[in-house]
């Protein structure tokens, strides 16, 4: 808004009729009118005033204002993003469904198997992040999963071979290195204390369908979603900046041009872009990526407790307001959450200073956190919150796995077996490391299989015999029996398998 000098208010007076001989009625119209709209601008002009003393953004008063451009921005961080492009040869072998029945085989003997392989060329495109000058690339696992031959392309058309350093699973990334003569550019990274928030203007750069580098614009639509079932660890940025297939391991970078997260999924139902996408934040990315690069693979931290979330018939009872946190169910003797003080029944609200909504936020906040840290855990204990800290330690390997195939005459022919603890736990990707003898992997078309178990299946008991360690398993299925009476524990719910001898 524009404030008028002194000298040309006479003249909006005299425009809206003011000093002119005439009708009074006429004369009184035009004087309220010319009140009414000194009182909008001193009423603008004051607001304005008032708006920028607070520092609080205003609308734009100039064609200055209205053209501003995220150019400079794109400039910086574009060159920092880069086109990754895998492939593997795929071996196939053309065999008739016919064959794999065993009435069929019994007239073959087998050798309708013995068939030669096609082999083909399997191509896939990503997007990756340079974040280290030496060559350091961060992108997503699925884009290099399996990869024989990884080319990392740059936005100067630079092309380099990569090599794979390491890779997560478990949380989608991957990280890269290429050779180049000279330092390559990079993108800086948000400050982890500095939170993004829900309605932050951010741009997504990657190279979408194979079509070369594309910017998208958008805001933070959601922080912190933990129903995406994307990864193990759940806490994405969700944002409405089209991201499409090709764009997964690209970047997500704010208005000062700072890496926020890393794209990595969208909301689909034809593939193409619905303005729900996903980016994983840049917190979990440094950790990741500072764990594959000094130990080849990520150490996680141990928590040392198990939790459910609450709920809103739980939160009543807590004499919580609303449902928010998690109640701790179980806390490992000698752990690091019983070491800080935790204990059963403990509502964890928020840890290093941010909120814990549920139990895969708790998951996430720990995640991000290396062995030996020290982070403030806030919590709820009859009905008064308390701090404590809290020192995360390494996953311990206690019990031993004592890992084993099964085989034999008996229902486990097949399947892989192991004594469950928390380093275990982390590997296979289990939420839990509930003590007992848990099922790994189950041989294809083995015994087992066909028995009906499946990975995961944590053994209780052996014909009413208790199964406490591989140990014991191994001797009760060295016997025969006519009849194998099975329980076990399968995502927390008891079931009984009857079999046949």
């Given amino acids: 808004m524009t ?4 000298r040309e208010w006479w003249t909006v007076f005299k425009r809206a009729g003011f000093g002119q001989a005439g009708n009074g009625a006429r004369w009184a119209a035009r004087a309220l009118a010319g009140v009414v709209m000194l009182g909008l601008v001193g009423g603008a002009v004051y607001a304005q005033a008032q708006s920028a003393a607070r520092g609080a953004d205003v609308v734009p008063g100039s064609q200055a204002q209205i053209t501003l451009t995220f150019a400079p921005i794109v400039k910086a961080a574009a060159p920092a993003v880069v086109n990754v492009f895998t492939q593997r040869v795929v071996r196939e072998a053309r065999v008739s469904p016919l064959f794999n029945d065993p009435f069929f085989q019994r007239f073959f003997g087998g050798q309708g198997m013995n068939v030669p392989q096609r082999e083909r ?3 896939s495109l990503g997007s990756g992040v340079i974040l280290g000058s030496d060559g350091i690339i961060v992108t997503n696992a699925h884009v290099v999963k399996d990869a024989e031959e990884i080319t990392v392309a740059l936005n100067d058309r630079r092309e380099f071979a990569a090599e794979l350093v390491g890779i997560d699973e478990r949380v989608d990334l991957a990280v890269l290195r290429v050779k180049a003569d000279t330092p390559l550019p990079t993108l800086p990274t948000a400050d982890d204390r500095t939170p993004l928030e829900v309605g ?3 741009l997504a750069i990657g190279n979408p369908f194979g079509v070369g580098q594309t910017v998208t614009s958008g805001i933070v639509s959601a922080l912190a979603r933990t129903t995406v079932g994307i990864s193990d660890f759940r ?3 969700q944002t409405d900046a089209a991201i499409n297939p090709g764009n997964s391991g690209g970047a997500l970078v704010d208005v000062s041009g700072k890496l926020v997260g890393i794209n990595t999924a969208i909301y689909s139902r034809d593939g193409g872009s619905v303005g729900i996408g996903f980016a994983i934040p840049v917190e979990m990315v440094k950790a990741v990526m500072a764990g594959i690069l000094a130990d080849g693979h990520v150490k996680r931290p141990w928590f040392g407790a198990d939790g459910q979330t609450v709920t809103q ?9 609303r449902p928010i946190g998690v109640a701790i169910t179980e806390v490992t003797k000698g752990g690091p959450a019983a070491k800080a003080g935790l204990e059963s029944g403990d509502v964890v609200l928020s840890v290093d200073g941010r909120p814990v909504v549920d139990a895969d936020a708790l998951k996430y906040r720990i995640a991000v956190r290396r062995p030996g840290d020290k982070v403030p855990v806030d919590i709820l204990r ?4 308390k701090t404590f800290t809290l020192t995360l330690a390494s996953l311990p390997e206690t019990p031993a796995r004592d890992t084993t195939t099964l085989d034999g005459p008996n229902p486990f022919a097949g399947a892989e077996v192991a004594n469950m603890n928390p380093a275990l736990a982390e590997e296979v990707g289990l939420d839990e490391a509930r003590p007992g003898v848990t099922v790994l992997r189950i041989r294809q078309g ?3 299989q066909r028995a009906g178990f499946r990975p995961g299946d944590r053994i209780l008991e052996v014909n009413g015999t208790a199964v406490d360690s591989v140990s014991t398993l191994r001797k009760l299925v060295k016997r025969k029996q006519p009849r194998w009476i099975i329980l076990l524990d399968r995502n927390g719910q008891t079931l009984q398998l009857a079999l046949r001898g």
């Fill in 382 to 385: 009859n009905g008064k919150k």
């Fill in 3 to 6: 404030q008028l000098p002194a």
């Fill in 200 to 202: 932050d203007l951010v």
């Fill in 446 to 448: 083995a015994v087992a």
């Fill in 235 to 237: 806490s994405f940025i």
């Fill in 313 to 321: 018939d739980l939160a009543g009872h807590l004499g919580l307001d």
């Fill in 121 to 123: 060329v399997q191509r």
